[in-house]
Structure formats: C-alpha cells, structure tokens
C-alpha cells in the first residue's frame, strides 16, 4: 500500500514527491547534500580569530658584566645575593650564563625555598619558620658562600 504525499518538495528537484534518497540522507545525519532538505550548513571555526600568536621579544643587549635587571628592584635591594643569583646572566669571567630560579613551598610550620643553579645541574635548599627568615638565610648563606649547592639525580 502506498501513503498518500504529504505534498513535500525536495527543493532540488522541484516537484512533490514522497521520497528522496538524498533528503533522506541529510534527515538522518548521514550526509550533507546540500540543496536537498535536512542540508546543515558546515560551521566556520572562530579559533583563528582568537588564536593567540607568541611573538619572539625584540633582541635587548644584556647589561655590561656585573650589572643587572631585576623585575623587582625592592626585592633586589633587600636580598642582593640572591636577585644576583637570579638575574645576573654573566659570569665573572664576562662569559653569558644562565639565570637560576627558586621556588618556595609553604607549609603550615615551615617554609622550603630550593634555589637552582642551571649549568652545575645542581640547587642549595633552605628551610625556615617564615618566608622573611628563609629569605635571609639563603641570602646570608650566599653571601658568605657557604651555600651548599647538591646535584640533581641523574634520573637513571
């Protein structure tokens, strides 16, 4: 038994008919013939338009040996040894050295400051009851050279 049309057109064909495969295809999601009923647009991707381009920072000469940029000119006063440590990129010889980094832990009694030293692979570890007294700890301990620097594990 045929059912009667429900009078649909398949917009590609222009005349009433029961059933168009490609209609029906596009009504079930399985395809996307475009000029048939069902058709979906493809979507356009915003990302390009908010895509983030990382641009190389303009090349600034490093400052004459034994000077120094520190970002935080308070902290530099207060600590030299350690800013020194941190944002000096020249060796006494006048050879380019790599900046070390520190990273602070804080616990509820204690607070762990590891200062890294990049080219001997190697940090000098301070712990303290406050963040101003480990700061001065590592800062005296540089001073006097009597930090001790331990090397990483070689991860074998």
């Known amino acids: 038994m045929r059912r009667k049309s429900r009078g649909t057109v398949c917009p590609m064909h222009g005349i009433p008919s029961d059933w168009?495969?490609?209609?029906?295809?596009?009504?079930?999601?399985?395809?996307?013939?475009?000029?048939?009923?069902?058709?979906?647009?493809?979507?356009?991707?915003?990302?390009?338009?908010?895509?983030?381009?990382?641009?190389?920072?303009?090349?600034?000469?490093?400052?004459?040996?034994?000077?120094?940029l520190c970002a935080d000119t308070e902290?530099?006063?207060?600590?030299?040894?350690?800013?020194?440590?941190?944002?000096?990129?020249?060796?006494?010889?006048?050879?380019?050295?790599?900046?070390?980094?520190?990273?602070v832990r804080m616990g509820p009694d204690t607070v762990n400051l590891a200062l890294t030293e990049p080219s001997a692979k190697a940090s000098c570890y301070t712990t303290a009851g406050s963040l101003i007294e480990a700061l001065e700890l590592l800062n005296k301990a540089l001073v006097e050279e009597a930090a001790v620097f331990r090397p990483w594990k070689s991860g074998k």
């Not at 058709?39 to 490093?62: A, D, G």
């Not at 207060?78 to 520190?102: F, N």
């Open 20 to 68: 168009c495969g490609r209609c029906y295809a596009n009504l079930r999601g399985r395809e996307n013939n475009k000029g048939h009923r069902g058709y979906r647009p493809t979507r356009v991707s915003l990302l390009p338009l908010w895509r983030v381009v990382m641009k190389r920072p303009s090349e600034s000469k490093k400052p004459a040996k034994g000077k120094y």
């Open 75 to 103: 902290f530099a006063m207060r600590y030299p040894a350690i800013a020194a440590h941190l944002c000096d990129g020249w060796w006494d010889d006048g050879k380019p050295r790599e900046c070390g980094s520190m990273t």
